[in-house]
């Protein structure tokens, strides 16, 4: 179970996440659905991609009916993705601690 944390990650370090330099938002492209598709189906014991995945779908959605902007939902999400990225920092960190 030590080799999931650095690969989660890498996952949420490399998650598509909308640049603003692309052509059209990453909720209306195929190839980034896709990719989340993918990697959701290559991690369904995870618990913490799949909370993550969760919350891009729900985001996506809230966009596309008007009732937060892409910069709001990209906030939302770079805040929980940091939050899981810390919490699992720091259970690595409290792993290789020896107990008293």
């Keep these: 179970m030590y080799w999931a944390v650095p ?14 330099e692309t052509e059209h938002p990453p909720c209306e492209d195929p190839a980034v659905w896709t990719d989340w ?3 959701a189906s290559k991690h369904a ?16 959605t809230k966009v596309k009916t008007g009732t937060l902007t ?7 999400f770079e805040r929980a993705r940091g939050r899981l ?9 409290a792993q290789g601690k020896p107990s008293l």
Excluded at 7 to 20: D, G, I, W
Excluded at 70 to 76: R, S, T
């Design 7 to 20: 690969c989660l990650l890498v996952l949420f370090l490399s998650s598509p996440l909308p640049a603003a």
């Design 37 to 39: 598709q993918e990697k």
């Design 45 to 60: 014991g995870d618990l913490d991609f799949q909370t993550l995945h969760a919350l891009w779908i729900g985001l996506c």
């Design 70 to 76: 892409e910069d709001e939902a990209d906030e939302l």
């Design 85 to 93: 990225i810390q919490r699992q920092r720091e259970q690595k960190g």
